[in-house]
Each structure stands twice: as structure tokens, then as C-alpha cells.
């Protein structure tokens, strides 16, 4: 017998910097409350336009340690120098309450995810070519060159781990990329195993319950 565990919906996306990755999860979750946007924690060093509980929360790396060793991290990962993790309490209300939330982690983060929850859906965005993500990164002007470089290495690394994901999405527009993980999310909610808990015989018909 099958039984709803949960409702809602766990969407990772990933892709290189300066991906578009970051505005993509930003316009999806102010385009509807179905989305909740998780907000990771970092030992990375704030950039001028970033703001504390909003884009990260910025914490130093012993703070960091006590949220992973008391079991407080879904996920964690280092990415060229820096520690991120995304805070577990966050992410499992938002499921009980049937939202789609949105993880926007780097693919060693995003596996440690899937191999824990095979429900999860994992998106992979990419720019339309190199020379382009290159020129989005040197665009930015949030990094020195040496960390510029050492984002492009890591691009092609993690690029190499596309097969390990459901879903790639080539962002040339992000209207484009929007709209297509809105129906990539509207599509999991069709998914049997998200509607029908087997045990109660009910069905879910949009946030109503249904006698089968
Ligand atoms: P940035 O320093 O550019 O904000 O992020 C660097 C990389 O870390 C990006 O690929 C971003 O998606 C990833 N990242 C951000 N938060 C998390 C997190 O909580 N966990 C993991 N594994 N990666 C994260």
C-alpha cells in the first residue's frame, strides 16, 4: 500500500555561475507563492549588492560546523574555498505545506540530495555556450579575475555531471527558463504519488480532499 509521505514538491537547480540560475529562482518564486525559495547558509564573504537573510545567511565557519554536526544541513558542500549548506527546518515545513521549494545548490549538494530523496527533481541550467557564461561572469564584476577563473574551471567540472540530472534548460531567456520550470513543477503535482494517498483513499484535487 502507498501513502503520501508529503505534498509538496523539493526542485534543485543547479548550473555554473553566472548561469542565471540565481534570477531564475528569483523570478519564480515572486511569480507565485507555490514556490518558497530556500535561503542557504555561507562562510562566504557578503558582496556589496547581498543582503543577510535574503540572498544567504552569512556565518563564520564554527557556526557552520555546529549546524552540520548537529544535523541541522539537508546538504553542504565547499565550492572553491567556501562552505555552504541549506538549513533543514526551512525546507521540510515548506514540503509539509505542499510548496515546491526551490534549492539553487552546486551538483556535490544537489546528489547528496537526490540520494536521499529520489523524489527530488534536478535541474540543470545552462547558458547558451561558454564564451557566454564567460562574459556573464566578467560582466558581473562581483569577483577578481583568479576567482573568475577558478568559477570557469568548476563550470566545466560540473557540467560533466548534466547526466546525473532529470531536467536540462538551456537559459537564453529567462522567461523561457521561468516557464519551463513552471511546467516542470506543474507537471510533478500531477504525479500519482503526489495525489493519492492510498491508505485513506482520498485524492488530492488541488489543496481539496476527495473521496475515491
Ligand atoms: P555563490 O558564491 O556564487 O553565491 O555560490 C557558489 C555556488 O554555491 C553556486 O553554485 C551556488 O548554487 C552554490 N550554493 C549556494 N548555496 C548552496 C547550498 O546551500 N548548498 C550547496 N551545496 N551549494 C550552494
Same mark, same amino acid.
Given at each position: 500500500m502507498l501513502s503520501i509521505i508529503q505534498t509538496g514538491s523539493l526542485f534543485i537547480i543547479s548550473g555554473p555561475s553566472g548561469s542565471g540560475k540565481g534570477t531564475v529562482v528569483k523570478a519564480l518564486a515572486a511569480a507565485s507563492p507555490e514556490f518558497a525559495l530556500s535561503v542557504s547558509v555561507t562562510t562566504r564573504k557578503k558582496r556589496e549588492s547581498e543582503v543577510h537573510g535574503v540572498h544567504y545567511f552569512f556565518i563564520n565557519e564554527d557556526q557552520f560546523i555546529t549546524l552540520r554536526d548537529t544535523d541541522r544541513l539537508l546538504e553542504h558542500a565547499s565550492f572553491i574555498g567556501n562552505l555552504y549548506g541549506t538549513p533543514r527546518s526551512y525546507v521540510d515545513e515548506q514540503i509539509q505545506e505542499g510548496k515546491t521549494v526551490l534549492l539553487e545548490i552546486e551538483v556535490n549538494g544537489a546528489l547528496q540530495v537526490k540520494s536521499r530523496y529520489p523524489d527530488a527533481v534536478l535541474i540543470f541550467l545552462i547558458p547558451p555556450d561558454f564564451d557566454e557564461l564567460n562574459r556573464r561572469l566578467a560582466d558581473r564584476?562581483?569577483? %577578481?579575475s583568479e576567482t573568475v577563473r577558478a568559477r570557469m574551471v568548476r563550470a566545466r567540472e560540473e557540467v560533466a555531471?548534466? %547526466?546525473?540530472?532529470d531536467y536540462l534548460i538551456i537559459n537564453d531567456k529567462i522567461e523561457n527558463a521561468v516557464s519551463d520550470i513552471k511546467m516542470i513543477a506543474h507537471a510533478e503535482k500531477l504525479k500519482t504519488t503526489k495525489r493519492v494517498d492510498f491508505e485513506a483513499g482520498f485524492y488530492n484535487n488541488n489543496n481539496q480532499a476527495s473521496a475515491l
Open positions: 564584476g562581483t569577483e %577578481d555531471l548534466i %547526466d546525473k540530472y
